[in-house]
């Protein structure tokens, strides 16, 4: 699910590094940025402050391109050179390897069974996609296939969209990349065509910056995963999506104290609606109305007296955070503030006080900054799912296996990953 949150960007820029590992290793170093806007495995360095990014190259000869990761999509795309776009683009004319995809391929009828809206062919008889975002966002284009190249692998045959138009909610940080990386569970994704089955990353909460790693690797520093099943139901369901990372969450907790949730709504219903989505391609966490009113109003009731709250009911950031504070000057560090847990078969993800809350941009009361709860109402975004952003998984190892289905993290600092893998920080 691509910008849930547009503050965050996460731009990864490619470089081959020395491995630490018997096995060969490609690496993308991740370093965090606030903007203001099979055998084989790689390191990815990254930044972010409203998505995360990952620098590459495409075509013959390579052109590079920056991309979105987001964990919550399969297709991949680029926008594609056309007089419409001043923005940064890939131009198809100018690689030799380029090759759309005909709208009978089996790529176009079979391989794109789960898009959420069915694939066309255009007057031309290629594959034509239309890719819809849940914040109002959109891209439309044909299905190609190029080479990639990422760090020292040449990824032959690559299916990608090459997006010829499409509609932005924030055109701003779009200018800043090229395209999009789908690394959902579906065929077309870039992890799935990679021939990956495991995936990796960390991002810090500290100096921003962090690893993203591609592959299986054996990290001997590493704390102990503690693992969570993926979720999969193989029946077609009209709010479930059956190739993102579904994970069951089993309850909340403000402090020590467990929010009185049934089951019932933290679980799939007989529609879908209601699945637990991990998702690189949000950057905060929402939750289902009825869940998020029991956290909001539990976090209200342990922070009262406190800090103050915003008393302004026509505030309401990204559409979907209506708990916001007024925090005076010189209050730099909010660790005293109740920590979150979600709770997951098996696993668990602890939001300490200090990322409870998040600092708007440029937003102040008087002289008190505005900060927000990170945690928002998936009702306000006509979301039928609760999704898990990245700013909850920072200073977390997030493994993403495949083969295994399921999902492993523990805490980590991922501040020094760069250092374990010998990448540079810039």
């Known amino acids: 699910m691509r910008h849930l949150c547009l503050v965050m960007f996460l731009l990864v820029q490619t470089q081959l590094c020395s491995a630490s590992t018997t096995s060969q290793m490609l690496v993308l170093p991740l370093k965090t940025q606030v903007i203001e806007s099979g055998s084989l495995s790689s390191r ?5 402050n409203t998505t995360l990014t990952v620098s590459l190259s495409a075509g013959t000869p390579p052109q590079n391109v920056t991309m979105v990761v987001d964990t919550g999509s399969e297709l991949s795309w680029l926008r594609c050179n056309t007089t419409r776009f001043s923005q940064p683009a890939f131009d198809p004319n100018g690689s030799s390897s380029y090759s759309p995809v005909n709208c009978s391929s089996p790529t176009c009828t079979t391989r794109t069974q789960d898009f959420s809206i069915p694939t066309s062919c255009d007057c031309s008889n290629l594959c034509h996609a239309v890719l819809s975002y849940a914040d109002a966002s959109s891209s439309e284009g044909n299905l190609a296939s190029d080479t990639f190249y990422v760090g020292g692998s040449e990824l032959n045959g690559t299916v990608f969209g090459c997006m010829d138009s499409g509609f932005s909610s924030n055109p701003d940080e779009d200018a800043k990349t090229t395209g999009l990386m789908g690394m959902n569970r579906g065929s077309l994704s870039f992890v799935s065509q990679m021939g990956f089955g495991k995936f990796s990353y960390c991002i810090s909460g500290n ?3 962090g ?16 693992y969570t099943p993926l979720i999969q139901i193989s029946t077609r369901l009209p709010y479930f999506d059956r190739v993102a990372y579904t994970v069951q969450l089993e309850g909340i907790k403000v402090s020590d104290k467990l929010l009185p949730l049934p089951k019932s709504i933290l679980e799939p219903d007989h529609t879908g609606a209601g699945q637990t989505m991990v998702d690189s391609g949000a950057q905060f966490t929402f939750l289902l109305g009825s869940a998020y009113s029991s956290l909001r109003s539990e976090f209200l009731n342990q922070t009262n007296g406190l800090i103050q709250v915003l008393d302004d009911p026509n505030y309401i950031f990204q559409g979907a955070m209506d708990l916001c504070y007024l925090v005076p000057p010189g209050h730099a560090s909010l660790a005293w503030l109740p920590t979150v847990s979600l ?17 708007v941009p440029g937003e102040v009361r008087g002289n008190n900054s505005v900060h927000c709860f990170t945690f928002g109402n998936s009702d306000l975004l006509m979301i039928e799912a609760y999704v898990i952003g990245h700013h909850h998984q920072q200073n977390l190892w997030m493994e ?14 991922c501040d020094l990953a760069g250092q374990r ?6």
Do not use: Q
Not at 44 to 48: A, C, I, M, V
Not at 344 to 359: H, Q, T
């Open 44 to 48: 990815l360095p990254f930044h972010h």
């Open 207 to 209: 100096d921003l910056s």
């Open 211 to 226: 690893v993203l790693l591609l592959g299986d690797s054996k990290l001997t520093w590493l704390a102990p995963l503690n």
């Open 343 to 359: 709770l997951f078969r098996g696993a668990e993800i602890k939001v300490p006080g200090d990322r409870v809350l998040y600092r």
């Open 400 to 413: 993403f296996d495949l083969e295994k289905s399921r999902i492993g993290l523990a805490p980590a600092r």
């Open 421 to 426: 893998f010998n990448v540079p920080c810039h």
